[in-house]
């Protein structure tokens, strides 16, 4: 789940990589993850994965994962949050980062 991934906040070099603590394949997932996050040029804080779109998913007993900003842009669910307030570097970042992640866990599968 990529949500917050763009706005323009104050700090544009983090980002939270949520994991499921209760699952052992997010955890591996999200140490995959937190590894591409980081190649892509962010730095990374693990933390356990928190009322977000997902949660049904979690609850139905998938493996989760999710990305956020951080800190949370002050656009949030607001009218200024318009494109004009992203940070566009940040979300390429973001984005190179969880493309390189998902190309990996293809070339596993593939395999």
């Not at 590894?35 to 007993?61: C, K, M, R």
């Not at 940070?87 to 984005?95: A, G, H």
């Amino acid at each position: 789940n990529l949500d917050e991934v763009g706005g323009n906040s104050n700090s544009v070099d983090v980002v939270d990589c949520e994991e499921d603590k209760n699952n052992a394949q997010s955890l591996l997932y999200n140490k995959e993850l937190i590894l591409h996050i980081e190649n892509a040029g962010l730095s990374t804080i693990s933390t356990a994965v928190d009322a977000s779109d997902y949660i049904p998913f979690q609850q139905a007993g998938k493996t989760v994962i999710g990305l956020y900003e951080d800190p949370q842009t002050q656009h949030y669910h607001s009218s200024t949050d318009l494109t004009k307030h992203m940070d566009f570097e940040y979300l390429q970042k973001i984005s190179n980062g969880t493309y390189q992640f998902l190309l990996s866990e293809a070339k596993q599968v593939l395999n």
